[in-house]
Nanobody, 115 residues
């Protein structure tokens, strides 16, 4: 079993920054993918950023140039640095991982951007 613990959400003014962290723990033999989704009220879930073993990274068009995903393999932790935040970035952010050939999800962390 793999557990994901997220941290770093909160309330920030438009134009500000936040850094989300997501640490994976448990019986981990391999991690192929780590990434972030977000869910805003009344909107579809959106893939924000993903980093794949080998270094491939993909971002949603809506966050390109503002968000940066990174990973610390030694700590099994993925980060999401969010800069130039906009009110439309307000959502619950969930991290996920594909570990041991299974998908695991974090509990989610609220990000609120005030105008």
């Amino acid at each position: 079993q793999v557990q994901l613990v997220e941290s770093g959400g909160g309330l920030v003014q438009a134009g500000g920054s936040l850094r989300l962290s997501c640490a994976a723990s448990g019986s981990i033999f391999s991690i192929n993918v780590m990434g972030w989704y977000r869910q805003a009220p009344g909107k579809q879930r959106e893939s924000v950023a993903v980093i794949i073993s080998g270094g491939n990274i993909n971002y949603a068009d809506s966050v390109k140039g503002r968000f940066t995903i990174s990973r610390d393999n030694a700590k099994n932790t993925v980060y999401l640095q969010m800069n130039s935040l906009k009110p439309e970035d307000t959502a619950v952010y969930h991290c996920y991982t594909v570990a041991n050939s299974r998908v695991y999800w974090g509990q989610g962390t609220q990000v609120t951007v005030s105008s």
